[in-house]
Nanobody, 115 residues
Framework: QVQLVESGGDLVQAGGSLSLSCRAS????????MHWYRQAPGKQREHVAT???????NYADSAKDRYTISKDGAKHTVYLQMNSLNPEDTAAYYC?????????WGKGTQVTVSS
């Protein structure tokens, strides 16, 4: 059985930092690209960051220079380090795995940034 479980969401003040984790079960995080998405109430789910099989990264414009995606194959975990948070970063954050055969989402972890 394959599964993604996010953790690390919290309530933080503007300007603060959080580190999110996504632990994979049933597969290795190195077999395909891994992604972070987020969804705020009343808004569409949007892409935040990607780390490819080979380790290359890309980010949404809103995340560039503030977020860092990384992974640890031995720990089966993908991370999202978020710095300089602002209220616009408030959302449920989801880990995503999408090989050709299927799509897999975690249940999300809530990040709330107070002003």
């Amino acid at each position: 059985q394959v599964q993604l479980v996010e953790s690390g969401g919290d309530l933080v003040q503007a300007g603060g930092s959080l580190s999110l984790s996504c632990r994979a079960s049933g597969f290795t995080v190195n077999v395909n690209d891994m992604h972070w998405y987020r969804q705020a109430p009343g808004k569409q789910r949007e892409h935040v960051a990607t780390i490819t099989k080979s380790g290359n990264t890309n980010y949404a414009d809103s995340a560039k220079d503030r977020y860092t995606i990384s992974k640890d194959g031995a720990k089966h975990t993908v991370y999202l380090q978020m710095n300089s948070l602002n209220p616009e970063d408030t959302a449920a954050y989801y880990c995503h795995f999408a090989p050709d055969s299927f799509k897999l989402w975690g249940k999300g972890t809530q990040v709330t940034v107070s002003s």
